[in-house]
T-cell receptor, first 117, second 117 residues
Framework: AQKITQTQPGMFVQEKEAVTLDCTYD???????LFWYKQPSSGEMIFLIY??????QNATEGRYSLNFQKARKSANLVISASQLGDSAMYFC??????????????FGAGTRLAVHP | NAGVTQTPKFQVLKTGQSMTLQCAQDMNHNSMYWYRQDPGMGLRLIYYSASEGTTDKGEVPNGYNVSRLNKREFSLRLESAAPSQTSVYFCASSKTGGGYRGSYEQYFGPGTRLTVT
């Protein structure tokens, strides 16, 4: 069965420094995708970044990058130059579904990030 | 362009009462989903609808029913609410038709906070 593991319940980082949030996954499907979502205290789910299993390069979106190590089944999120507004809960998720079709997301338990001034 | 909307935002029910959570999207997406989020946990899939006219169970379907009313609307019904169903409920949608990030990204509604006493 597919599974997502986030082993860091909480992390803190100084403003303007980089931080890495860990995510490992388990799947037997050769085609899959990995997401990171941010959930601030207001509760909404904000999409950050996506990595497909066949993508040759690591995904980047502004200050967010995904360190994808397929052999180790890890998909860590790197946030560069942290800002106070980055304080939130971060979820790693894996899609399950047909290529180009619907996707059911399987979420990890999340990591709460606190950015200190 | 409202994206994904959910009603109500908050609801308190007594054990045994029934209610329907409403969800609508205006992005012409084919697939829609219902998740629940319990304290300290990631989201778990309740039901999904891959396309108009189809619905399928997710990870935690017991105690719920769904209706895909049309392409825009996907409702979740609790027939006899139980305290274990106290949670935040998120509706989401995604388009289909391509094997790229844009077709897999799920857009989430703001959530409904439900308390069953």
């Amino acid at each position: 069965a597919q599974k997502i593991t986030q082993t860091q319940p909480g992390m803190f980082v100084q403003e303007k420094e980089a931080v890495t949030l860990d995510c490992t996954y388990d799947t037997s499907d050769p085609s899959y995708g990995l997401f990171w979502y941010k959930q601030p205290s207001s509760g909404e789910m904000i999409f950050l970044i996506y990595q497909g299993s066949y993508d040759q390069q690591n995904a980047t979106e502004g200050r967010y990058s995904l360190n994808f190590q397929k052999a180790r089944k890890s998909a860590n999120l790197v946030i560069s130059a942290s800002q106070l507004g980055d304080s939130a809960m971060y979820f790693c998720a894996m899609r399950e579904g047909p290529y180009g079709g619907y996707n059911k997301l399987i979420f990890g338990a999340g990591t709460r990030l606190a950015v200190h001034p | 362009n409202a994206g994904v909307t959910q009603t109500p935002k908050f609801q308190v029910l007594k054990t045994g009462q029934s209610m329907t959570l409403q969800c609508a999207q205006d992005m012409n997406h084919n697939s829609m989903y219902w998740y629940r989020q319990d304290p300290g946990m990631g989201l778990r899939l309740i039901y999904y609808s891959a396309s108009e006219g189809t619905t399928d169970k997710g990870e935690v379907p017991n105690g719920y029913n769904v209706s895909r009313l049309n392409k825009r609307e996907f409702s979740l019904r609790l027939e006899s609410a139980a305290p274990s169903q106290t949670s935040v409920y998120f509706c989401a949608s995604s388009k289909t038709g391509g094997g790229y990030r844009g077709s897999y990204e799920q857009y989430f509604g703001p959530g409904t906070r439900l308390t069953v006493t």
